[in-house]
């Protein structure tokens, strides 16, 4: 197929003669995906955590819900932050709908539910391992939670990094939410919708290929983190 | 806080009692090892002296207990210890902090400890790097630092040579040398007639002896100790 | 040691991305929000356009591209200071509804019909559009409609109620409504050959054609007038009311008027001005 080669090509241009158009596109891609990981690591993580190490009645409902959240359709959570978020919605008064902030908002929404539950999956089965040790030592479960956090951080980092991947590839809900203003909230992913439905399907085949490699890239570093880590401290 | 009153202490899980309903009274001062084929409910027995199981009947009393704190006053060493990710001196800080010491007071107290199970040329090493037998060392040392007065070690020795076991022995006679209790669980005879004062007998979740060492040896009480005996000294 | 350059590391982390934020939505206080169509936005004319207005006035436009149903929708729910669409009874409702202040007319181009160059229909060449409906009807020949309620599809159910032709019986046979914008409709189109209705302007800018042509434009039904207006701030109250008519005012002002004209793709003007002063 002689589009594959094409985008290939059109790739390596847009790498080689990199433009502050696609800079600035990149850029905000990587903003956007990045806060919305962090916030949602800030969210998913101590509810990981507390799932993981407390008992409670519904705590196995709660797990179920948390592990089919993480399918959420980006559609389905974008047209949701939308209605919240447009000036007839119940937040329109902020005024943020087609800003950078809704799209991290869409996108923190869209990686909790993963960050959380699998972190609550690394935790609790850390939390088998250390849970004797921690009690005989005399932790709280506060506190035990804030261990196994610590001591799971490797592990932690290749699921913030799935939830970043997950948020940088989607393109439903950040296409609602910011509206794929030109030098505004024109991320990749929209970017790449549109160049598809202009037809260009190399260039925006091209635009697809740097973005995986972006998180490629992001992805490998952090394995080479976690190599070291798990050299250094076991 | 000794003595420690076991009372008719039973323990079941899924309709089978792991341990049935024994009663001993373990007294400050002796050495104690719990003896007994595995699968006995040795270890059982320790967590729930300990406080990681509780009894499904029966009682623990602690006739000395201060301020009702017993958790406070004793430490535990597990089979396999788990080390955090951090540096062996760190895992012994961690240890004192979470007991309310302060950051400088746990240092220089896992220090000193570090010092006497000799590891305190890795202090600053990853704990999960240490050998198998250094670990075992930090594991004693991090449960020495929080000055317990009562010690379980359950089969400390059980996955080391017998270099690192020598070591572990030592420093386990260090510590009961220091006036702490010493309350271990162990299969090896050898290990029980070099670290024991006196032998608690269990088979099949029921205590069968209690007896001072050099009796047990000579002429144990119970059918199943001196078959457990028998069989176990020819390899020893 | 390494823990604290890990820390600098994160901290740097957290500052790209949260100050980067705050410094791409806060850097531009005097903007305006434009609900528009695809046809507009993916035929270039705002590239064309906004660079000018904005080195002018200082007024960022920021426009948001969807299909005219839904743009007018974004202007009802006050989503948007200003509308700039394609569909004359929709606007004029709109307007009527009192979510619109008043519509001005600013440009028109045409639709045309375009279709595989084997030409199943036989319709090449025609410039009556109706007949050629009644062909591929009668043919049964593959049709790829925007099925969307775009201002694009509106037009096209038009001409087929003046054909005479009911294409939902063509459902699930010849007649494929693809609910999706004009460019992804034409690589269906495309992917396919089958006949695509679409605006001259998107035509010119798609590159993805294959095996397609235009096969009938020139009729005068194939007219498509594009009209603007501000979001009424009496409904809500945020509406940016004065740089919003300012940019209206700018698009049918003669400056605005040249503008429009002078975008062209290699020699093809795609919009033609034709605002009533």
Redesign the interface.
Known sequence: MTGLGEAFAAAWALVIGFDSGLAGIV??S???S??AA?IATLIGLPLGAAIAVERFPGRQVLIVLLNALMGLPPVVVGLLIYLLL????PL?SI???????AM?IAQTVLIVPIIAALSRQTIEDAWR??S????????RRL?AAM?LI??T?FSLLTIVLAGFGRAAAEVGAVMIVG??????TRVMTTTIA?E??????PLALGLGIVLISLVIVLNALAAVIREVAQR??? | MLPLQLDQLTFGAGGTAIINGISAKIEAGPRTIILGPNGAGKSVLMRLCHGLLTPTGGRIVWHGARNGDVRRHQAMVFQRPVMLRRSALANVVYGLQLAGKSRRESELRAMDVLEVVGLEQQAHRPARVLSGGEQQRLALARAWALGPDVLFLDEPTANLDPASTHDIENIVNTIHASGTKIIMTTHNLGQARRLGDEILFISNGRLMEQTPIDRFFKEPASAEASAFIKGELPWH | MALSRSRVITAAIVAFTLLGLQGAAFAQQNFITVASTTSTEQSGLFKHLLPVYEKKTGTQVRVVALGTGQALDMGRRGDADVVFVHDKVAEEKFVADGFGVRRFEVMYNDFVLVGPKADPAKIAGSKDITDAYKKIAAAGAPFASRGDKSGTHAAELRLWKDAGVDPNTGKGTWYRETGSGMGPTLNTASAMNAYSFTDRGTWLSFRNRGDLVIVVEGDQKLFNQYGVMLVNPAKHLHVKKDLGQAFVDWLISPEGQQSIAAYKIGADQLFFPNAKR
């Open positions: 850029l905000l990587l903003q956007v990045l806060s962090l447009s000036r007839a919605g329109g005024g943020i709908l087609f800003t950078p902030q991290v391992e250390y004797e040790q921690l009690h005989s030592l005399g932790a506190s261990t610590w001591d951080r509206g794929n203003i030109d030098g505004v549109l598809t439905s202009k037809g260009d399907l250094r401290y076991g």
